[in-house]
Every structure is written in structure tokens, then in C-alpha cells.
């Protein structure tokens, strides 16, 4: 038998260590060759990595959350060249008796230990004051006494059938009632035995429609949660931010967009993003110290070119950040594309460490949740990030006549040290402007 540590390897450029998010694996598991036995992380992306030999394993390098080092080793598997004896049984399997139940691990668990061991040794003693007593038949009687303590148990604990409607039933579901506290007379529990239930035991039930106390938990800030956590926590310290709402007429915008999905053939389904994302092309250039990333450390400020989007996306274990390169080189039903491909890629944890990073502002949007108005966090180093929030039919006035608008709040957030407000305003107004004027827009 061979020894074969597997050493992590460089899955990323430049980093030091990454982190354990998930092991496929346990000491003692036999694996083969090119099975997945881990997940690591380094900045957003997560890596699967797989075993380059079968065998069995023997050790691990830490537990979810750890952070290993480049180079060190990860896991230790016994490789080929011998058989590895598979543990003792800890307790020698008895034959059963004639007539004696077969004990499941479902009966089994019901059996209290404590009993079964004081048993054994009582028919032990038994055996050793009477020499000529038959072995076999001392098996059978532990046998038929395992067999009778956990049928006897399994039967205590099988609670007994309640009748009811399901009417009664839902209502003391929703009233926390257990039926089988509830006494009543006849063939079934009637709505008349709940009232006397409550009656009698002083409302002890939760109110109808309540929930019942949930179990406390710890949960260990793992992988893209501490991620996310770590660098929000640095936004907020190192960036003096501040926020400028600005309302916009979108009736015009929505009915534009209504009627591109109508005769849209294969093109994917047009969301606000697309037409956002064009807008803040189209006026960028203009404010070029917003897209911008600021290298606090070395006090330099690289104004982009291009304009890389930043689209913040939610999934199962967080909010990842995914990038539009060079958004500005693409048309309305591109950008939609490529917004439904990167979304889709990062829920499933499969975009590219080079599609999270590298963004020069950011666009968040919550969709029909997206509230009144939003404060979010700056993606640093970026200077500047802006929050969609939620589509709502106002009255507004026009022309001294009040009529019905479909208006949306825009919520930007920017880098003090970097962004002054007059520049913020200045930007959200020329954004407002060519957003309530959809034709500009496309043109």
C-alpha cells in the first residue's frame, strides 16, 4: 500500500489560500480516480476539485470554512497495492430464535442500549454458574428477549389513531392543538371538543395562523456568505458613501418595451435591465469619474474607457456580482442576452472568475421587490453602484391636470472622495432625461 498526498494546487492567479466550502469526501470513504472531493474558493469563484487516484481516505486538512494554503496538503489517500481489512464489527451478530422478530435499525433504535447490555451479561453470568447449559439456546433467548423489549417499545411509542374531519384538523393545525391531547366522546373529535379543549386549558393554544417557535441554530460564515460579509465590511469602513434618489417617468419606456417583446421572434424576453444598461452607456462618457475604479491604497484613480457593468445577482448562497465586458459595443436584445447568460451561470455557480471580477460601475435591481428607494453598498473598488427600484402607477400633475404615470425611483450610491454630488445629480438627470424619451434612446 502507497501513500499519496494530494497537494492544493494554484486554481487561481496570485492567490495565496483558498477556502473549504464543501467536502465530498470523508476519512475512511474509498474514492476513484477523477471523483470530486472538494469545493474550494478563492475571491467569488468557486473551484471543484477532484481526486487524481483511487483509493481509500486516510486524512482530511481541516473543515468547512478553513483556509488552506497553496501547496499544502489536502487530503491523504491509501492508494493501491493491498487490501484494506474492513473494521471489525463491534458487536458479533446472534442468530435468532425460532419464532423470534427480526429487529430493523428502525425497531432497534427504540431498544434502549443500557437494557440489551445488563440482558447479555445476566445470560452470561447464567452460563458460567451452569457450564453444561447449551450455548445455542442461550443465543435464542437473547434473541427472543431483543426481539420482545424492542417490539414492546416499538408498540409504546406508536402513537393511537385520532379521528377527525379535515376540517378539525386543519383548524387545530392552525390552533396548535395535538388531537391526541383532546378528549371527546363518540367516534371522532368534533369542532364542540376543540372549543372544550380551549375552554378548559385556559387558551393554551397559539392564536390561529401562528407558527410555532423556531429551533435556535449557529450557522458558520462560510465561503460566499464571509466573502460577501468581508467586503461589504470594507466598503462601508474605507468609503465615505452618499446616496441621490431621482424619480422617472417610464410609461413611455414600459409601452416601448411591451411592444419589442410583442415581435420579439427568438430574441429573449426584454427586462428593464437591457434599456438601462443602454442608457448609462449612452450618458457615461459624459461623467467619466463615476465609471471609474479607485486604488485607495496607491491613491490612483483609473477612469474607464469601456464601460464594464457590473450586474448584481442573487443566488442560493448570496449576491455575486457578474460583468458585462465592453457593455457599451452592444445593442438592446444583446445586452438582454447576455444579462439572461450571466445570471444564469452565476445561480449555478458556473461563471468564470474572469465574469466576477473587473467591473467599473454596477447596476442592482430588485424587480417587482425593489421598493421605494435604496441605499446600496458601493462594490469597491468601484466608485459608483445604482439600484432599480420597483415600476408603481402614480398620480402625478401635467399641465395643471392630474393623470396616471408609470414612475420608477433610481437610487444612486457614490465615493465621496472621489465623486462630488453636484456630478451624482448632474448624471441622474441627464440618465432621467434620455430614459423618459425611449426614441433617443434607441437611436
Not at 418 to 435: C, E, H, P, R, Y
Request: aromatic fraction near 4%; charged fraction near 25%; include cysteine.
Amino acid at each position: 500500500m502507497a501513500r499519496y498526498e494530494f497537494r492544493l494546487p494554484d486554481i487561481g492567479e496570485g492567490i495565496a489560500e483558498a477556502e473549504i466550502v464543501a467536502w465530498h469526501i470523508a476519512v475512511g470513504d474509498e474514492v476513484k480516480e477523477d471523483q470530486q472531493i472538494a469545493d474550494m474558493m478563492t475571491d467569488k469563484a468557486t473551484v471543484e476539485l477532484e481526486s487524481p487516484v483511487s483509493g481509500k481516505v486516510l486524512e482530511l486538512a481541516g473543515e468547512v470554512g478553513d483556509q488552506i494554503p497553496i501547496g499544502s496538503t489536502l487530503v491523504v489517500i491509501e492508494t493501491a497495492g493491498g487490501e484494506v481489512a474492513a473494521p471489525a464489527q463491534v458487536e458479533e451478530e446472534m442468530p435468532l430464535g425460532d419464532g423470534a422478530t427480526e429487529i430493523t435499525p428502525e425497531i432497534a433504535e427504540a431498544v434502549p442500549s443500557a437494557d440489551v447490555e445488563a440482558e447479555e451479561r445476566r445470560i452470561g453470568s447464567d452460563r458460567r454458574e451452569e457450564p453444561h447449559q447449551d450455548r445455542g439456546a442461550d443465543e435464542r433467548r437473547v434473541g427472543e428477549w431483543r426481539a420482545d423489549v424492542a417490539v414492546t417499545s416499538a408498540q409504546a411509542a406508536a402513537p393511537a389513531k385520532v379521528l377527525a374531519s379535515p376540517a378539525v384538523r386543519a383548524r387545530a393545525r392552525d390552533l396548535g392543538i395535538d388531537l391526541a391531547q383532546v378528549q371527546f366522546a363518540g367516534d371522532r373529535i368534533r369542532h364542540a371538543d376543540l372549543d372544550a379543549y380551549l375552554m378548559y386549558n385556559g387558551g393554551g393554544a397559539r392564536p390561529s395562523g401562528a407558527r410555532a417557535k423556531a429551533q435556535d441554530e449557529d450557522i458558520k460564515v462560510v465561503g460566499l456568505r464571509r466573502k460577501i460579509a468581508e467586503n461589504m465590511q470594507e466598503a462601508k469602513r474605507r468609503i465615505p458613501h452618499f446616496t441621490y434618489v431621482e424619480e422617472v417617468n417610464v410609461t413611455a419606456l414600459e409601452a416601448t418595451r411591451a411592444m419589442m417583446n410583442q415581435d420579439r421572434g427568438d430574441n429573449p424576453k426584454l427586462t428593464m435591465l437591457p434599456f438601462l444598461i443602454t442608457a448609462m452607456c449612452r450618458v457615461l462618457p459624459d461623467f467619466p469619474m463615476l465609471n471609474a475604479r479607485y486604488d485607495d491604497d496607491a491613491n490612483v484613480i483609473h477612469r474607464s474607457g469601456a464601460v464594464h457593468m457590473g450586474m448584481a445577482t442573487q443566488t442560493d448562497s448570496g449576491l455575486s456580482v457578474a460583468v458585462i465586458r465592453n457593455a457599451e459595443s452592444r445593442d438592446i436584445w444583446g445586452l438582454a442576452a447576455e444579462v439572461l447568460r450571466l445570471a444564469e451561470a452565476t445561480r449555478a455557480g458556473k461563471a468564470t472568475r474572469e465574469e466576477l471580477t473587473g467591473g467599473t460601475i454596477t447596476l442592482s435591481s430588485l424587480g417587482p421587490m425593489g421598493g421605494v428607494v435604496s441605499t446600496p453598498v458601493i462594490n469597491r473598488p468601484e466608485v459608483a453602484i445604482i439600484a432599480v427600484n420597483k415600476v408603481k402607477e402614480t398620480p402625478i400633475v401635467e399641465g395643471g391636470k392630474i393623470t396616471v404615470a408609470k414612475m420608477m425611483n433610481l437610487s444612486i450610491s457614490c465615493d465621496h472622495r472621489v465623486v462630488d454630488g453636484w456630478d451624482a445629480a448632474s448624471f441622474m438627470q441627464a440618465l432621467k432625461k434620455i430614459l423618459e424619451s425611449p426614441l433617443r434612446l434607441l437611436a
